[in-house]
Nanobody, 122 residues
Framework: VQLQASGGGLVQAGGSLRLSCAASGATFSSYGWGWFRQAPGKERDFVAAISWSSYSTNYADSVKGRFTISRDNAKNTVYLQMNSLKPEDTGVYYC????????????????WGQGTQVTVSS
């Protein structure tokens, strides 16, 4: 299974980015999907997740109302729409997959993507 994350970049505070994570070699619809981020010198933190069946979502408090996770089973792709970006959103963003996951927890992830850098300037 390979996860290819893309869409990161440099953006000013208040701007938007959309991250994509394309999956191959897996039955995409059977997985819950999540996004995590890691700032320099810090641990990898949960950002958002979408369940494998009900498509229910959950978010870290710090991104609620600004970020939206979605999935397109036909394209084997999960997205993270990030609006109203803040400098504290800076970090490497990783997508993650959990088989039959109702959510995605870092300690139980089955597969990780390679990460895409997001930098928000003030």
């Amino acid at each position: 299974v390979q996860l290819q994350a893309s869409g990161g970049g440099l953006v000013q505070a208040g701007g938007s980015l959309r991250l994509s994570c394309a999956a191959s070699g897996a039955t995409f619809s059977s997985y819950g999907w999540g996004w995590f981020r890691q700032a320099p010198g810090k641990e990898r933190d949960f950002v958002a997740a979408i369940s494998w069946s009900s498509y229910s979502t959950n978010y870290a408090d710090s991104v609620k109302g600004r970020f939206t996770i979605s999935r397109d089973n036909a394209k084997n792709t999960v997205y993270l729409q990030m609006n109203s970006l803040k400098p504290e959103d800076t970090g490497v963003y990783y997508c993650a997959a959990k088989l039959f996951g109702r959510t995605v927890v870092a300690g139980t992830v089955d597969y990780w993507g390679q990460g895409t850098q997001v930098t928000v300037s003030s």
